[in-house]
């Protein structure tokens, strides 16, 4: 499998790291577990547990092997139960047993923890408490794509390694609909910008729509075990049906609502981002670099269409307004507001 370049560049640090001693105890890989996340970690647990002397790490010791087919003796690696989506406190208690138990090999013992955002509270307090005092030559990987519901105690005791930018899944998703978004019907001049300004606000409502839809079946059969309830329900369809605490019900209105908010503004950030690149692919043809260093390979020809339109004054002001717009909305002002003043004034030509 190939590795991406933000994998590749995480992973010369934690190398560096390493050869100077200095690994941290925890780590908060943030990114996707089926993605670049979950590669990043295998690939630096390999680097743990590779045994060869030379390039490491080698893929073919009997260390990178059980790695790379997460089946070391020293490796626990937890995940999300199905039923619950959630990861329970035994899952931890199983955990703490792994850590104190003296190594197989005889070297470093490691835990993954993947969805650890999806830790319940009283397994993450347990947690906790092992990660503020963790054994000698023990390594906590934890994955997560939703950092924000981890408690921020074990944030705190993490080292983050944040791996966005991936296209894969819904980011692939969001990623064709921005070229969608920016390419359609090119208009120029502030009819072109009200259009695309229109565009976005239609793609922002979609991506609502589908973090609701992520979000709700997720937080409702967590709560619903919390209160027990999930042995007799066997279908998830009929929540409503239930006579359910009315204290319990607004509990858990809020936290869907919560969750459904948090989604959405992790795909908004993720769209930013995806109009970030595009519009610095834009500004290196305007710069008359190498097309094989674009973000939207594929779209080489429209982007260098709108870079022949532009001066590299326009094509580096386009760049500011989205890296705005981004602060802006990381900071909660109000998104229509930041919306209409941004995306009226990016430019579609220098016209
Ligand atoms: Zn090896």
């Known amino acids: 499998m190939s590795l991406t370049d933000e994998v590749k560049l995480a992973l010369a640090s934690i190398r560096k790291g390493m050869a100077a001693g200095r690994l941290a105890h925890a780590y908060l890989v943030v990114g996707n577990p089926r993605g670049n996340a979950g590669a990043f970690v295998d690939e630096m647990l390999s680097l743990l547990y590779c045994s060869a002397s030379g390039d490491r790490p080698c893929r073919e010791c009997s260390g990178c092997r059980r790695i790379f087919q997460h089946a070391h003796p020293d490796l626990i690696r937890v995940e999300p139960r199905k039923k619950s989506r959630t990861i329970q406190k035994e899952q931890v208690q199983q955990i703490q047993q792994h850590v104190f138990q003296t190594s197989l090999e005889g070297g470093w013992k490691s835990v993954v923890l993947v969805y650890a955002e999806r830790l319940q509270e009283m397994a993450a307090n347990k947690l906790l408490k092992t990660l503020e005092e963790p054994p000698d030559r023990c390594l906590f990987l934890l994955l997560s794509e939703n950092p924000e519901f981890l408690l921020p105690t074990i944030v705190s005791r993490c080292q983050r390694v944040v791996l966005p930018g991936e296209a894969s899944g819904e980011n692939a998703a969001l990623k064709a609909s921005v070229v969608e978004m920016l390419t359609a019907a090119p208009e120029s001049g502030v009819m072109g910008s009200m259009a695309c300004a229109r565009r976005m606000l239609d793609l922002l409502k979609d991506i609502r729509a589908q973090a609701e839809e992520d979000e709700k079946s997720g937080v409702e059969t967590e709560i619903l075990e919390k209160m027990g309830q999930m042995d007799e329900m066997d279908h998830p369809g009929e929540i409503g049906r239930r006579d359910v605490d009315p204290f319990i019900r607004g509990e858990m209105a809020d936290a869907?609502?919560?969750?459904?908010?948090?989604?959405?503004?992790?795909?908004?950030?993720?769209?930013?981002?995806?109009?970030?690149?595009?519009?610095?692919?834009?500004?290196?043809?305007?710069?008359?670099?190498?097309?094989?260093?674009?973000?939207?390979?594929?779209?080489?020809?429209?982007?260098?269409?709108?870079?022949?339109?532009?001066?590299?004054?326009?094509?580096?002001?386009?760049?500011?307004?989205?890296?705005?717009?981004?602060?802006?909305?990381?900071?909660?002002?109000?998104?229509?507001?930041?919306?209409?003043?941004?995306?009226?004034?990016?430019?579609?030509?220098?016209?």
């Open 256 to 351: 869907v609502l919560a969750r459904v908010e948090g989604k959405y503004r992790e795909l908004r950030t993720i769209l930013l981002r995806w109009m970030l690149f595009w519009y610095r692919d834009v500004l290196l043809c305007v710069c008359g670099l190498e097309t094989d260093m674009l973000y939207f390979q594929e779209e080489a020809p429209r982007i260098r269409e709108m870079a022949a339109g532009l001066t590299y004054r326009r094509a580096l002001a386009n760049i500011r307004i989205i890296e705005e717009m981004k602060d802006q909305l990381e900071q909660s002002l109000p998104e229509p507001m930041v919306l209409e003043r941004g995306l009226i004034r990016l430019n579609y030509s220098s016209e």
